[in-house]
C-alpha cells in the first residue's frame, strides 16, 4: 500500500508539474454590436471550446463590416466578421484580408418599405429616396442593386441616417424605402404588419455571399495552425447552435443584456441565410468559386477595386470537411 501511495504521489507531481498548453491571444472584432448572429462565438467561448483548442479569444463589438475590414487588414485585429461584398472591397484597396469561413452563404440585403402608398413593389422606387449611412453596405453595392431590380440607379435619392434611426424613419415617413439585413426582418414585421413592403434581393438574383469570418493574411501565413483551429471551433459551434440553439440564445442574450427572444428570432433568420443547397454535404461554411466569382463581379461593377485574383480573397484550406450544415429545428 505505501509502495501504490508513493507511485499516485509522484504521478500526482508530474501531473502537477505539466505545463498548460500554451494559449495564442486571438482578437476578433465583430461587424456590429453583438447579436443573434454571433451566439455561438459566445457560447463556444463560455464553454471553453476556444481555450482547449490553445486560443485564448477577445471578442470585440464592431461598428460595421468597412470597419472589420480595416483592423484586420492591418493586423490590428487577427479575425474579424465582415460582409463579403466589403471585403473584396477591401483586398481591391490592398487590405490584406482573406475569408476564411462563410456565415451567411446567402446575401442578407433586403429592401423596406411602407404598403399604402405609391410604392407597391420595388420597381417603384424611382423617384423616391432610399435612407441610409453613407458607408452602408447595401447602398455602396447600390449600382449592381439597381441593375437587379431593373431600376435607374440614379433615378433614387438616398437620404443620411443613422444605422439605428432606419425604422424609425421609414415609420415616420422621412424616407420612402431602405435596406437591411434579413437577421432583423423580424422588427419591421413587429412595426409595420401587413403594410411592410419588403423583397429579399437574393430572391431576384443578387445574391452575393454575405458575413464571413476573415483574418489577416499575413498572420494566416504565420499561424496556419491556429487559424485552423479557430476555424474548427467556430464551424462546431456554428453547428451546434443549428441544432440546439437554447443554451446559444441564452448565452448571447446574457452576455449583451438582450431580450432572450429577440435574439432567438434573429438567430432563426441567420439559419435562413446560413443555408443553401449544399447543407447537409458541403462543410458548413465553405465558399463556392462559381458564387464567389459572381460575388467578386458585383464588387467589380460597383468600385474602382485593383484586380485581383477572386481566389486570393478567400480559403476553404482550414474548413473540416466532418462539420456540415445540420438540419435546424
Known amino acids: 500500500m505505501k509502495t501504490l501511495k508513493t ?3 509522484a504521478s500526482a507531481l508530474v501531473l502537477a508539474a505539466t505545463p498548460a498548453p500554451a494559449q495564442e491571444d486571438v482578437t476578433l472584432v465583430l461587424n456590429w454590436t453583438a447579436g443573434g448572429d454571433h451566439a455561438p462565438v459566445y457560447w463556444a467561448a ?19 463590416s468597412g470597419a472589420a475590414v480595416q483592423s484586420v487588414g492591418v493586423g ?10 466589403t ?30 402608398g405609391d410604392i407597391e413593389t420595388y420597381e417603384d422606387l424611382a423617384g423616391h429616396t432610399i435612407g441610409n449611412p453613407p458607408f452602408d453596405a447595401a447602398r455602396q453595392m447600390w449600382p449592381a442593386i439597381a441593375a ?3 431600376v435607374d440607379p440614379d433615378s433614387v435619392e438616398f437620404v443620411n441616417i ?3 434611426a432606419k425604422v424609425a424613419s421609414l415609420q415616420s415617413g422621412v424616407i420612402d424605402a431602405t435596406t437591411h439585413f434579413y437577421n432583423v426582418h423580424y422588427i419591421y414585421e413587429r412595426i409595420f404588419g401587413d403594410d411592410m413592403g419588403f423583397v429579399a434581393l437574393r430572391d431576384i438574383g443578387f445574391n452575393p455571399y454575405g458575413n464571413a469570418f476573415i483574418v489577416n493574411g499575413e498572420y494566416l501565413a504565420e499561424n496556419p495552425d491556429v487559424v485552423s483551429a479557430f476555424v474548427d471551433v467556430t464551424q462546431r459551434a456554428y453547428a451546434a447552435c443549428v441544432a440546439d440553439p437554447d443554451p446559444c440564445v441564452a448565452e448571447l442574450a446574457d452576455a449583451a443584456s438582450q431580450d432572450p427572444a429577440d435574439v432567438r428570432a434573429n438567430w432563426d433568420l441567420v439559419v435562413e441565410l446560413m443555408t443553401d443547397d449544399s447543407a447537409g454535404s458541403a462543410p458548413l ?9 459572381a460575388t467578386y463581379g458585383f464588387v467589380a461593377d460597383s468600385f474602382e477595386i485593383t484586380e485581383f485574383d477572386v ?3 478567400y480559403t476553404n484550406d482550414h474548413l473540416s470537411s466532418d462539420v456540415v450544415m445540420p438540419t435546424a429545428n
Open 7 to 9: 507511485l499516485m504521489g
Open 46 to 64: 463560455s464553454q471553453g471550446w476556444y481555450q482547449d483548442a490553445g486560443i485564448d479569444l477577445d471578442i470585440e463589438e464592431g461598428r460595421g
Open 76 to 85: 490590428a485585429s487577427e479575425f474579424g466578421i465582415a460582409d463579403m461584398p
Open 87 to 116: 471585403v473584396l472591397q477591401g483586398r481591391g484597396a490592398e487590405a490584406d484580408v482573406v475569408a476564411v469561413m462563410a456565415l451567411y452563404v446567402n446575401s442578407p440585403y433586403g429592401l423596406y418599405w411602407v404598403r399604402g
Open 148 to 150: 437587379a431590380i431593373n
Open 162 to 164: 443613422a444605422p439605428e
Open 285 to 293: 461554411g465553405h465558399f463556392d468559386l462559381d458564387r464567389m466569382s
Open 311 to 313: 481566389t486570393d480573397g
